[in-house]
């Protein structure tokens, strides 16, 4: 039958100080996706800030739980703390898009996963898509481009990495 809810999850930093590649030396992780303050988006636009994402990597029918075991397994203890030793300011997230096929989507995280991403620092956004039919499609992928979490909206770190150590 397949799953009713699909999942893409990221840990998104923002930060109107820090660049990329300040970002990737801190964390000693590179980014899934990024762009530097002054990019110019899809839409011609600059950037008011610099952006650095993390995706789970996870198929989107994955469990949420699975989203969360393999962010948690590739962000560094302690990146959000050192992070904000260079940028106070900075914003640290875990980025949830719930896309689902029922009536109505709740998202229930258990008290374990609520305690560690507040364990280290990181708010927790949820955003809930209904999906199934073409036109829910066009909108909620018009829905991740405008906030950054489908891939074509910023630089996949393949094309420009940001190099650790620099």
């Given at each position: 039958m397949g799953s009713q809810h699909q999942f893409i999850m990221a840990i998104e930093i923002f930060s109107k100080v820090l660049t990329a590649a300040e970002i990737t030396a801190s964390l000693g992780k590179e980014p899934t996706l990024f762009w530097d303050r002054g990019d110019v988006d899809f839409?011609?636009?600059?950037?008011?800030?610099?952006?650095?994402?993390?995706?789970?990597?996870?198929?989107?029918?994955?469990?949420l739980e699975s989203h969360l075991r393999r962010l948690f397994s590739?962000?560094?203890k302690g990146g959000t703390a050192r992070?904000?030793?260079l940028d106070f300011r900075s914003a640290a997230l875990i980025r949830v898009a719930a896309?689902?096929?029922?009536?109505?989507?709740?998202v229930s995280l258990s008290p374990k996963w609520v305690q560690r991403i507040a364990a280290e620092g990181l708010e927790l956004q949820v955003s809930s898509l209904p999906g199934g039919s073409n036109r829910s499609h066009a909108r909620i992928s018009a829905w991740l481009r405008e906030s950054g979490l489908a891939l074509e909206h910023g630089r996949r770190a393949s094309k420009r990495r940001p190099k650790l150590g620099k």
């Open positions: 839409r011609g636009r600059r950037q008011s800030h610099s952006k650095w994402r993390l995706d789970s990597g996870r198929p989107y029918d994955a469990p590739l962000w560094p992070l904000r030793k896309i689902y096929k029922t009536y109505t989507c709740t």
